[in-house]
């Protein structure tokens, strides 16, 4: 266990929907950061946050948003989904922003129908 | 960007033999090269991590080499056992103040067989 949570586990939608993913960071972590793992495109990164403030961003899709909250959990925005979006997507966190160690969740696999 | 390529994409050995991994990147300005071992329904959990301004780091059975010149590095299992088997990930980011993108390459299917 990364100490990391993510929700909902499973999440199955119908094309043209809206979903949010959630994530708690490691307790004392600062950095959040949001990946993709799909068969065609493997794992890429999204985005980075530190302390509420994106940080870094990867080839996230402007249907796709993030933010981070005061408490510092994390909610990664998915809107106008395609069958393509259909992939897992997992979270990590860090102590700060630089070559720290990134600690997975468990991840959300979301299903576009 | 950084383009890491990974390989083999499958390794299937012998319990107690040695499994080598290996990746290149693109990108000179890396300094930070992590590797991850993802099983089944799981998230990618760290095994080990190099810097750019060290060569080689050892774990236990695991070891990792860092060669900045030729820009790859490995991944090297000894003493294999079952529970090695998994898919193993190699990233490379260039951290620092402005984040820590990791990109991975494209994973090692692990097989040991008993």
């Known amino acids: 266990d990364s100490g990391v949570t993510q929700t909902p586990k499973h999440l199955i939608t119908a094309t043209g929907q809206r979903v949010t993913l959630r994530c708690s960071p490691r307790?004392?972590?600062?950095?959040v950061y949001w990946y993709q793992q799909s068969l065609d495109q493997g794992l890429q990164f999204l985005i980075q946050?530190?302390?509420?403030?994106?940080?870094a961003k990867g080839n996230i899709l402007e249907r796709f948003s993030a933010q981070q909250f005061p408490d510092l959990h994390s909610e990664l925005n998915l809107s106008s989904l395609e069958l393509g979006d259909s992939a897992l997507y997992f979270c990590a966190s860090s102590v700060s922003s630089g070559t720290d160690t990134q600690y997975f969740g468990p991840g959300t696999r979301l299903t576009v129908l | 960007g950084e383009n890491v390529e990974q390989h083999p994409s499958t390794l299937s050995v012998q319990e107690g033999d040695s499994a080598v991994i290996k990746c290149t990147y693109s990108?000179?300005?890396?300094?930070?090269f992590p590797w991850y071992k993802q099983e089944l329904g799981k998230g990618p959990q760290l095994i080990i991590d190099?810097?750019?301004?060290?060569g080689e780091k050892k774990d236990q059975r695991i070891a990792v080499t860092l060669n900045k010149t030729a820009k790859h590095f490995s991944l090297h299992i000894t003493e294999t056992q079952p529970e090695d088997s998994a898919v193993y990930f190699c990233?490379?980011?260039?951290?620092?103040?402005?984040?820590?993108?990791?990109?991975f390459g494209g994973g090692t299917r692990l097989m040991v067989k008993p």
């Open positions: 190099i810097r750019s301004n060290v």
């Open positions: 307790s004392g972590d600062l950095s």
């Open positions: 990233a490379a980011s260039r951290a620092g103040n402005a984040g820590n993108m990791l990109t």
């Open positions: 990108d000179s300005a890396s300094n930070y």
């Open positions: 946050y530190y302390n509420g403030e994106e940080r």
